[in-house]
């Protein structure tokens, strides 16, 4: 609507009204038809949320891996749930067969991401100084850097925080959450918004059952009161149990997002 | 510490909304906060007085209209008040509710000049 005559509102205009004056077409209207003194005090309606410019570049990221054919999953935890061992094992279970390309998230050094170089895989760093998660951002940025390929994977190893990634939508096809079993069972229901917003559970490092205290039904348990439709895999990425399982589901992933991208 | 990225996009859709309205200096800034949301108001309020700095919004009044958690039973249908996204259906215990509001994050008014 103009703000200045008030015409343009659902398609209105007004009768012999040439239109000299500028005008920004507006879906909202709660803006004062006549401009107000310079020292008035005037009620702007903003109604946008916090995330929109985070969920925009997500979306955008998420169109990029669709036309490319890419699975992209985004590997949440706690810090030393074992991630970087799990993607490692990964990286050489899938060598040769299923191009995988790696982005890290850590706030500093580039330890993570020589480890994943040192097995093969092409990895970007992103540091995130102070911040504490990867943003949309800064995932499509790293994404134009890195050798993706129709019917391979982009793994995305966010920063090591069960709090802040959750709300964080980055364009990937499933969060993953990992929690290993040198943490507490109850991790799900202390951090339910990451448990929530993840289509996977890796329950790792089930090697060390045996010399722990830790009751994996009862954290099985928790991760479903939170959210029912959670599939959960006890994994131990370096006894190897389950990893078979997580293989395969990374590989119909990425054989889909191959199959999408060719129907398209 | 996400609060910092949130005050900062906050101060993004501030100033857009500045080019967009024409207004030089933001009194107050209304945020409707879900209260199931991963937001901690008060470290919210903390990181946007450092975000503001500078900007049109520098030195705003931040008010918070929180949105209480309500959700809908999936198995039988009631509406309850939620105060964990987790929380059984009071009616008939089933999981989960589905949230219908709580969640929200977002910029809703600016008092400007």
């Given at each position: 609507?103009?703000?200045?005559?008030?015409?343009g509102g659902d398609g209105a205009?007004?009768?012999?009204?040439?239109?000299?004056?500028?005008?920004?077409?507006?879906?909202?209207?709660?803006?004062?038809?006549?401009?107000?003194?310079?020292?008035e005090v005037r009620r702007i309606e903003v109604e946008q949320d916090l995330l929109a410019r985070n969920d925009a570049e997500a979306v955008a990221n998420r169109k990029t891996l669709a036309?490319?054919?890419?699975?992209?999953?985004?590997?949440?935890?706690?810090p030393g749930s074992g991630k970087?061992?799990?993607?490692?094992?990964?990286?050489?279970?899938?060598?040769g067969e299923?191009?995988?390309?790696?982005?890290?998230?850590?706030?500093?050094?580039?330890?993570?991401a020589d480890r994943i170089r040192a097995a093969g895989a092409p990895a970007i760093q992103v540091n995130t100084g102070k911040g504490c998660h990867l943003d949309a951002r800064m995932v499509g940025q790293a994404m134009q850097r890195l050798p993706l390929q129709n019917g391979g994977l982009l793994l995305i190893e966010n920063v090591g925080n069960l709090v802040c990634p959750a709300a964080f939508d980055l364009g990937e096809a499933h969060k993953v959450a990992i929690l290993s079993v040198t943490e507490g069972e109850d991790k799900p229901l202390k951090y339910p918004d990451m448990f929530r917003a993840a289509d996977l559970m890796l329950l790792n490092k089930c090697d060390l059952?045996?010399?722990?205290?830790f009751d994996a039904d009862q954290a099985e348990a928790f991760a479903r009161r939170v959210n029912p439709a959670i599939r959960i895999i006890r994994s131990s990425a370096t006894h190897g149990s389950g990893m078979d399982e997580w293989i395969d589901w990374l590989r119909a992933g990425a054989a889909a997002a191959r199959r999408e991208a060719a129907a398209a | 510490m996400h609060e910092l990225s949130l005050a900062a996009s906050a101060v993004e859709l501030i100033e857009a909304a500045a080019v967009r309205e024409g207004f030089s200096r933001v009194r107050r800034v209304r945020m409707e906060i879900g209260a199931l949301s991963c937001v901690e108001p008060e470290a919210l309020r903390?990181?946007?007085?450092?975000?503001?700095a500078g900007s049109c919004a520098a030195g705003a009044a931040l008010e918070f209209l929180v949105v209480a958690g309500e959700g809908r039973c999936s198995g039988c249908g009631a509406t309850a008040e939620l105060e964990t996204v987790y929380d059984p259906c009071p009616a008939c215990g089933a999981h989960p509710m589905q949230v219908l509001r709580g969640m929200e994050m977002r910029v809703k008014d600016l008092d400007v000049e």
């Open positions: 609507m103009c703000t200045t005559c008030g015409c205009t007004l009768e012999s009204h040439p239109h000299a004056h500028p005008y920004v077409p507006r879906k909202r209207s709660a803006v004062a038809v006549i401009p107000p003194a310079p020292d036309q490319l054919g890419v699975f992209a999953i985004n590997l949440v935890s706690s970087t061992t799990l993607l490692v094992e990964t990286l050489r279970r899938l060598a299923v191009p995988v390309a790696v982005i890290e998230g850590d706030q500093q050094t580039s330890r993570d059952l045996p010399h722990l205290a | 903390f990181a946007f007085e450092s975000a503001a």
